[in-house]
């Protein structure tokens, strides 16, 4: 149990979109995600990884599947008229955004995430068993590996 977490944290989305756009990154596919983006966009999954997404080589042989990138780092599915395009079917990556483990161990890392979040700090206080929630929806969500 992280006692980070006692007091929850105070998060609301400001609709700025740094998170998905202008800085490179990925954002890697659980099968379940696949399945979903695809059902929201009327084809098959395989069809998705073909037009949509890129193959990425990790250490120890292991290639997941992550969205493609647009020339100016703006995700695949940005749109500047519409922002994201397939909000209702986003994959988990983005869902639990900023609430990953890597963000939530202690003050430090939560703050070196405002950096980059200006949504930290703001809204309404997400508890612990809300965040807890949103950590296993994620360590739940395995990538996809080809
Ligand atoms: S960076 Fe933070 S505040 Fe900006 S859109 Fe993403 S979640 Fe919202």
């Known amino acids: 149990m992280n006692d980070f977490l006692?007091?929850?944290?105070?998060?609301?989305?400001?609709?700025?979109?740094?998170?998905?756009?202008?800085?490179?990154?990925?954002?890697?596919?659980?099968?379940?995600?696949?399945?979903?983006l695809a059902d929201f966009?009327?084809?098959s999954c395989n069809e998705l990884v073909a037009s949509r997404?890129?193959?990425?080589?990790?250490g120890g042989g292991l290639t997941?599947?992550?969205l493609l990138e647009k020339e100016n780092h703006d995700c695949t599915f940005w749109n500047n008229a519409e922002g994201c395009t397939v909000y209702e079917a986003r994959p988990v990556q983005c869902r639990t955004y900023p609430f990953w483990a890597s963000a939530v161990e202690d003050w430090e890392s939560w703050n070196r995430e405002a950096v980059h979040c200006p949504g930290i700090g703001q809204g309404r206080v997400y508890t612990?068993?809300?965040?807890?929630a949103l950590l296993a929806m994620r360590r739940q969500n395995h990538p996809m590996t080809v």
Do not use: N, W
Request: with cysteine.
């Open 6 to 36: 006692s007091h929850g944290l105070r998060f609301g989305c400001t609709q700025c979109s740094r998170c998905c756009r202008h800085d490179p990154g990925y954002v890697f596919l659980s099968p379940a995600d696949c399945s979903s």
């Open 64 to 66: 997941m599947v992550s």
């Open 53 to 58: 997404c890129r193959k990425v080589v990790l």
């Open 41 to 43: 966009l009327g084809i």
């Open 128 to 132: 612990r068993d809300e965040i807890e």
